[in-house]
């Protein structure tokens, strides 16, 4: 018998060109427009097509290139894929933070976030304190202070030396970002200028911290801005590059201003494009770091911490955020980063508690220790979807990136408000999206739970917004905010109110249309909070007014076929008499049914938040 190993697989079938699948496409489609159908326009300013092939790769010149290699697409290392699991701490009592740190690094933690926030803690005493028995070598240790950074950092290389650690091997950050604090909050405690030069001083302080990132580009907030993939990638490439030429102007070499930063970015719900951005921001960063003539190729390395945005986050319905949490922590790790935080599903509207805290790090201990996760290097590398994504986002990145700088760089495009504007752009653009469900939030604005109660489960102050410059400001901030709050306080106000509106479907007629448009406006009043009473239908129209009147409905929504509005809405609108009617769909004879003052209709383009708000006025007076 012939040895057949060495044949091609699937060697009996002939080839087929794109032009074949296109044909056969086309032919499926019947006369419907493949770009309006099939192509998805993303916000990202680019086309994502529904197939793609080998030939999509042939203009990429990276692909060459393996994991651990310039310009580090592939990551940047060569032999895992492994992470820091991260959980941050807010440090007031010293010994209990110890206990606490202790506690979670025996649950899975290789990676501490201490968050200061008075600075008369800051002391190389209570750094060794804090510090006590936790080895630093191979445990991830970030700092965060509002002020003292330059204090904290040294505090802490005296702390560590008086443990006999070896500092070579001590790794993590201080989130020291000015240019960030800048962007979110229009001004700094002195100037810009100042904030750089002590920049330059906490690096000089760290500089027997090899491993320890001294300042760090937060680009995570451009994405809790509602800033898209691109944007995100862009403005934080920028904002770095802003360091590196402030920083090496003031006299430091680019080797020492780029071995000591560190991006932390945020990871959303859009799955695959956050695994591609990842790629896309190393591709990119080590291009801008080549520019400035470094000493090898190790420092053009980007080193990234993620986090998951509260973008996407919600307080009702809280539950769902653990899903939201899971695909971004795996998007994240598949995408290379050097460490990550998993924010616990109710951290947004309360202190999270110890269960909330052991699901976040097991959400990330799942992937590493029973889905392998940390095993492969680029996992996601040789995919033609992954890889046209990471060249589309590179490419779009680059031109906004090349844009700023052409304004004279970050600082500069910031004090224009050429930042800003983008950033209101598209943040208005994604909350039309969600006001129109164009962009779901599940559990919000689409397949709410009416029958949920959570005011005696928040605190207020979590979801207080604070103003963002009090005085005058050098710069208009940018303004963070979460795509749920405007249906958030929709639904708060109705619970305030001690009186949910009874929504009453009046169901009459054709059997499937009926039921559809039933299940649609449910939906559609229960995210507001709204109390639904769906029935199976009615002969007639006068004993489904009779019924609603019986139920004290507040709303009554008409649920039947377009060809039986013309004569069952007007009867029910004279029936119900001061009782809103609400007709579900847009038929034909809308316009005759406004004429008769019919003016509730609700359809898949209604924009559902400006209705529900209309409607809250009325009924919660």
Excluded at 149 to 155: F, S
Excluded at 455 to 481: H, M, R, W, Y
Aim: aromatic share 8%; glycine share 6%; charged share 25%.
């Amino acid at each position: 018998m012939a040895d057949k190993t060495n044949q091609l697989l699937f060697s009996d079938f002939s080839p087929i060109s794109t032009k074949e699948w296109m044909d056969r496409i086309t032919t499926d489609l019947k006369g419907a427009d493949f770009e309006r159908r099939l192509v998805w326009r993303t916000n990202e300013g680019f086309k994502v097509q529904p197939f793609y092939r080998s030939e999509d790769l042939e203009p990429l010149s990276y692909l060459e290139s393996q994991p651990g290699e310039f310009p580090y697409v592939r990551g940047n290392k060569a032999n895992n894929n492994t992470w820091f699991v991260r959980q941050d701490m807010v440090v007031s009592d010293v010994k209990a933070t110890n206990e606490k740190a202790l506690d979670i690094l025996n649950k899975g933690i290789d990676s501490l976030g201490f968050k200061f926030e008075d600075e008369a803690i800051i002391t190389e005493e209570n750094l060794t304190s804090l510090l006590k028995n936790i080895v630093a070598e191979i445990v991830e240790i970030n700092v965060e202070t509002k002020h003292g950074n330059k204090k904290l950092v040294e505090a802490l290389e005296g702390a560590l030396r008086k443990a006999n650690h070896d500092l070579a091997k001590v790794q993590g950050s201080i989130n020291y970002d000015p240019i960030g604090n800048l962007t979110i909050s229009g001004k700094v405690c002195s100037s810009i200028e100042k904030a750089l030069d002590y920049a330059k001083e906490i690096i000089e302080a760290g500089k027997n911290l090899p491993e320890f990132k001294t300042v760090a580009v937060n680009g995570r907030h451009f994405g809790n801005a509602g800033a898209n993939v691109v944007q995100e990638l862009a403005f934080a490439l920028s904002q770095g590059n802003e360091y590196l030429s402030q920083l090496t102007e003031r006299g430091l070499s680019i080797n020492e201003v780029a071995a000591k930063l560190k991006f932390n970015l945020g990871v959303s719900g859009n799955y695959f494009m956050e695994i591609a951005k990842l790629r896309a921001g190393r591709l990119l960063w080590a291009k801008i770091v080549e520019a400035y003539q470094p000493t090898g190729k190790e420092v053009c390395k980007m080193h990234v911490h993620s986090e998951t945005t509260n973008w996407n986050k919600t307080i009702f319905d809280p539950n769902v955020n653990m899903l939201r949490t899971q695909t971004e922590a795996m998007s994240a790790s598949i995408g290379g980063t050097q460490s990550l935080t998993v924010q616990p599903y109710d951290t947004l509207y309360k202190n999270s508690d110890d269960i909330s805290e052991r699901i976040a790090r097991n959400q990330q201990l799942l992937l590493k220790e029973e889905s392998h996760f940390e095993k492969i290097v680029d996992a996601a590398g040789g995919s033609y979807y992954i890889e046209t994504l990471t060249d589309s986002i590179a490419s779009e990145a680059w031109k906004l990136f090349v844009e700023i700088e052409d304004k004279g760089g970050y600082l500069a495009a910031l004090k224009e408000g050429f930042i800003q504007g983008l950033l209101k752009e598209m943040a208005d653009k994604r909350r039309k999206a969600v006001a129109t469900r164009r962009e779901n939030l599940l559990g919000t604005n689409q397949f709410p739970n009416c029958n949920e109660q959570i005011l005696a489960n928040i605190d207020a102050s979590k979801l207080a917004k604070t103003t963002a410059c009090e005085g005058e400001c050098e710069v208009q901030p940018i303004e963070i905010f979460r795509g749920a709050e405007e249906f958030e306080a929709l639904r708060l106000a109705t619970e305030k109110s001690g009186k949910r509106p009874k929504v009453f479907m009046l169901t009459y007629g054709n059997l499937a249309m009926r039921l559809a448009r039933s299940q649609f406006s449910g939906n559609f009043f229960g995210c507001a909070g709204y109390e639904i009473i769906d029935n199976l239908g009615f002969k007639t129209i006068e004993e489904g007014v009779e019924a609603a009147k019986k139920a004290a409905a507040d709303i009554v929504v008409l649920c039947s076929a377009d060809d039986e509005y013309v004569d069952a809405a007007p009867k029910a609108f004279e029936l119900l008499g001061e009782t809103p009617l609400v007709v579900a769909g847009a038929p034909a004879c809308a316009d005759d049914l406004k004429a008769k003052g019919i003016t509730h209709f609700v359809n898949v383009r209604s924009n559902v938040l400006e209705t529900l708000q209309g409607f809250n006025t009325l009924l919660l007076r």
